[in-house]
């Protein structure tokens, strides 16, 4: 009689134990295919982010650096050559608050991590005034940005400070998600090994300003149907397009330039604008691509295929450095404003494989003009 209370307390229990891992959500973090070797990264300022800038800057590290479990940290030094730096400068479209670069070496360390805040934008200390319409939070910025730069890749958790979707005004601590993400990351100490710096890989993060579809309708310079005709070779965004790589046994470095390709766009129908040229053709610059031994890789643009079908929400290039280089372009709008169309089904998806209502965006669309 007791082994067979025995049995049925250890099936119980198996059955308990069963239900249990079946309702543990499932982690919704992600990592990105690179990490800091020792868990750890130099915190470094430009001389153009004030005082009260970087306060706000330090207070968002401490906090990934300061989560229990986790081996992660930013720390200051002076003789370290893999740092994180922060800067206010150009970023990469006019819609991006900020974004991080990541520069590898051996494939899977980082040797640079750079955060650029868009020096465009009114950036405040004061959470009163964020996202007021001309104010942001550099905190809720700084740590969503120093999240990437960890090492972090965008949630699947839509209420984790990590998520791909917009932030809210103020969000200024982590969820259960991130610091289970950064715990998942690193757990213990990685060591690197040396190495020729040959092939690199250079990763764009950024935070996109927050808009609705009417919003964006009514932001956008142009709105256009069409097809996908070229994708040009990648370049770099410097006067002349050349290399400004600087190399060394142990370190790598571009200072913030951009690798960026131009893709040429038939156009169908306009919703909005209009054409500058009777060509029908308009040229959509994309952050991103490869030349050389070198790949950078923007997170928050979409990729297009030769005859692929798309809806696309321009804006003129105002204010980046490739503004003056080469035909006039325009840029798409993050993911949310870069809709895929299937020939044959007709269904339409945006940037980030969500299925979307064409009628609905072409009607918030039509309102704005």
């Known amino acids: 009689m007791i082994k067979k209370y025995h049995k049925i307390l250890t099936l119980l229990f198996i059955c308990m134990l069963v239900a249990c891992v079946l309702m543990a959500p499932a982690a919704a973090y992600n990592h990105q295919s690179r990490k800091w070797y ?15 800038f970087r306060s706000s800057v330090y207070n ?17 030094s002076s003789t370290d050559t893999c740092y994180t730096s922060v800067q206010l400068g150009a970023v990469a479209q006019p819609n991006y608050l900020a974004q991080e670069q990541a520069i590898m070496y051996n494939n899977s360390y980082k040797q640079l991590s750079l ?19 001309f104010h942001y939070d550099i905190q809720t ?21 990590m998520r791909a979707s917009a932030l809210p005004s103020v969000m200024r601590t982590l969820t259960v998600d991130d610091t289970a993400g950064i715990r998942a990351l690193y757990p213990s100490y990685r060591h690197s090994s040396n190495g020729v710096l040959d092939n690199v890989e250079i990763y764009v993060n950024a935070t996109i300003e927050p808009m609705t579809e009417e919003e964006m309708a009514e932001k956008a310079t142009l709105i256009v149907k069409g097809s996908v005709k070229e994708i040009l070779p990648a370049q770099w965004d410097t006067s002349d397009g050349s290399d400004p790589s600087i190399r060394t046994k142990d370190t790598y470095s571009t200072e913030g330039y951009m690798l960026y390709h131009d893709t040429v766009i038939e156009v169908d129908k306009i919703y909005k604008g209009k054409l500058s040229e009777e060509s029908g053709k308009i040229i959509v610059r994309l952050p991103g691509g490869s030349t050389g031994s070198i790949t950078m890789i923007d997170d928050n643009s979409a990729q297009y295929s030769k005859g692929e079908q798309v809806l696309l929400y321009l804006f003129e290039d105002t204010g980046t450095r490739s503004y003056s280089l080469g035909p006039e372009h325009y840029f798409a709008y993050p993911r949310q404003g870069q809709i895929f169309i299937d020939n044959e089904s007709k269904i339409a998806v945006n940037g980030y494989g969500e299925k979307v209502d064409i009628k609905k965006l072409l009607s918030a669309s039509a309102s704005k003009n």
């Not at 968002?60 to 200051?76: D, E, H, L, P, Q």
């Not at 955060?115 to 319409?133: D, E, K, M």
């Not at 890749?153 to 984790?160: I, M, Q």
């Open 38 to 52: 020792d868990s750890k990264s130099v915190l470094t300022f430009s001389s153009n982010l004030n005082s009260s």
């Open 60 to 76: 968002a590290a401490n906090t990934w650096t300061s989560v229990s479990g986790s081996s992660f940290y930013f720390y200051n």
């Open 115 to 133: 955060v650029t805040f868009s020096n465009t934008r009114n950036w405040t200390t004061n959470s009163t005034l964020a996202y007021s319409p």
């Open 141 to 161: 910025v700084a740590l969503h940005e120093l999240g990437h730069a960890a090492g972090m890749s965008h949630s699947n958790d839509e209420n984790a400070l």
